[in-house]
């Protein structure tokens, strides 16, 4: 899991990493060469799971710009990497050795962690066949950023299989920092989800739009939804509970749509249950939207039918809210005519009568 800095954060799709460009002239493919060394610092952190969190930072050639990323590993990814054992602090040299190249690192180290520098080494053979499979050519950060997460040429050749040919090198990155694997779109295409972008896919690991998620929805009656759909479900809550209970309520089949607007207002089945104790039962998702967004809460619903208004509909309920017709200006607008209507209260509301 990558963690960046607040400077470092970007939209969806978008690496860890910063990355900062140093315009030069564009290179024919002829010319292409591999790209130089990166050096920087680097923060590492052993956690109590076994695993640890690596933090590496760069300023750029000129001190304007930098980028920084954290990301999380076993002591098994690196070479030469112990764990010391106690809080004395050992010098150390250990590598991340990656099919882009190999990261070497220098430094101290403790039982806690340490810190030091590190050095990057790109590794020509690799960005070669880049090139002859028809990739653009990297720049420094990009390919440090391809040897970190590891897109590796293995990798590039299995999404090639499955119709993902030149992918750009950040969206690579991106896939492999949020876990859009070869495995990953196999198993949503067995789903119907074939050929997704890669905003899509990496949108659908981040939120947690799992096949196993996509299943369980399948099973409550929502099939071959739209990717789009799934990422918006899983941001505003809709799980397959949550539809159970609202079809439970009488609230029948709810399009996409429907369900994320009643989450988004907070349209509960709760809400719709107690409306229904009320004498509300036969509501629309479009009425119950509308309430929640117009403050129509069932206190209201319930002082209104002590003062005698039992049949008010869903429609007559908003327009009260919205013109600020409350309980106290209906009970002394009652005072004076004990006969007086919604649509009569709604009407002296706007004018300012009473």
Same mark, same amino acid.
């Given at each position: 899991?990558?963690?960046?800095?607040?400077?470092?954060?970007?939209?969806?799709?978008?690496?860890?990493?910063?990355?900062?460009?140093?315009?030069?002239?564009?290179?024919?493919?002829?010319?292409?060469?591999?790209?130089?060394?990166?050096?920087?610092?680097?923060?590492?952190?052993?956690?109590?799971?076994?695993?640890?969190?690596?933090?590496? *930072?760069?300023?750029?050639?000129?001190?304007?710009?930098?980028?920084?990323?954290?990301?999380?590993?076993?002591?098994?990814?690196?070479?030469?990497?112990?764990?010391?054992?106690?809080?004395?602090?050992?010098?150390?040299?250990?590598?991340?050795?990656?099919?882009?190249?190999?990261?070497?690192?220098?430094?101290?180290?403790?039982?806690?962690?340490?810190?030091?520098?590190?050095?990057?080494?790109?590794?020509?053979?690799?960005?070669?066949?880049?090139?002859?499979?028809?990739?653009?050519?990297?720049?420094?950060?990009?390919?440090?950023?391809?040897?970190? =997460?590891?897109?590796?040429?293995?990798?590039? *050749?299995?999404?090639?299989?499955? +119709?993902?040919?030149?992918?750009?090198?950040?969206?690579?990155?991106?896939?492999?920092?949020?876990?859009?694997?070869?495995?990953?779109?196999?198993?949503?295409?067995?789903?119907?989800?074939? =050929?997704?972008?890669?905003?899509?896919?990496?949108?659908?690991?981040?939120?947690?739009?799992?096949?196993?998620?996509?299943?369980?929805?399948?099973?409550?009656?929502?099939? =071959?939804?739209?990717?789009?759909?799934?990422?918006?479900?899983?941001?505003? +809550?809709?799980?397959?509970?949550?539809?159970?209970?609202?079809?439970?309520?009488?609230?029948?089949?709810?399009?996409?749509?429907?369900?994320?607007?009643?989450?988004?207002?907070?349209?509960?089945?709760?809400?719709?249950?107690?409306?229904?104790?009320?004498?509300?039962?036969?509501?629309?998702?479009?009425?119950?939207?509308?309430?929640?967004?117009?403050?129509?809460?069932?206190?209201?619903?319930?002082?209104?039918?002590?003062?005698?208004?039992?049949?008010?509909?869903?429609?007559?309920?908003?327009?009260?809210?919205?013109?600020?017709?409350?309980?106290?200006?209906?009970?002394?607008?009652?005072?004076?005519?004990?006969?007086?209507?919604?649509?009569?209260?709604?009407?002296?509301?706007?004018?300012?009568?009473?």
């Amino acid at each position: 899991m990558t963690r960046s800095t607040p400077s470092a954060r970007s939209g969806l799709g978008i690496a860890a990493l910063v990355l900062f460009a140093w315009a030069s002239p564009p290179l024919a493919r002829a010319e292409q060469k591999a790209p130089g060394p990166t050096t920087g610092r680097w923060l590492l952190d052993f956690e109590h799971d076994g695993s640890l969190q690596l933090t590496l *930072k760069r300023s750029s050639d000129s001190g304007r710009g930098s980028w920084s990323s954290s990301d999380d590993f076993r002591v098994g990814d690196f070479q030469g990497l112990q764990r010391p054992a106690s809080s004395a602090e050992v010098s150390v040299h250990f590598q991340l050795a990656r099919d882009a190249g190999t990261v070497a690192f220098d430094g101290q180290l403790n039982d806690g962690g340490g810190s030091g520098r590190f050095r990057f080494e790109p590794n020509p053979e690799y960005f070669a066949a880049l090139a002859r499979m028809g990739y653009a050519q990297p720049d420094a950060n990009e390919a440090f950023a391809l040897a970190i =997460h590891d897109v590796s040429r293995p990798l590039l *050749k299995e999404l090639e299989t499955l +119709g993902y040919n030149h992918v750009a090198l950040d969206d690579l990155v991106s896939m492999r920092i949020h876990g859009a694997s070869p495995q990953f779109i196999r198993d949503l295409k067995t789903l119907g989800y074939d =050929h997704l972008s890669v905003d899509d896919l990496v949108s659908m690991r981040i939120h947690g739009a799992s096949p196993a998620y996509i299943r369980e929805m399948k099973a409550v009656g929502y099939d =071959h939804l739209a990717a789009e759909d799934l990422v918006a479900f899983r941001i505003h +809550g809709v799980t397959p509970e949550f539809v159970k209970e609202m079809k439970v309520l009488g609230e029948g089949h709810l399009d996409a749509d429907e369900l994320v607007s009643l989450r988004i207002h907070g349209a509960t089945p709760e809400f719709v249950r107690e409306m229904g104790s009320l004498g509300y039962r036969q509501l629309t998702a479009d009425d119950v939207v509308s309430m929640r967004i117009h403050g129509v809460t069932t206190d209201f619903v319930r002082d209104l039918q002590a003062l005698g208004y039992k049949d008010v509909s869903p429609d007559d309920l908003v327009s009260m809210r919205i013109h600020g017709v409350s309980i106290d200006y209906a009970k002394r607008a009652k005072s004076r005519d004990k006969d007086v209507t919604v649509d009569e209260l709604v009407e002296m509301k706007i004018h300012g009568r009473g």
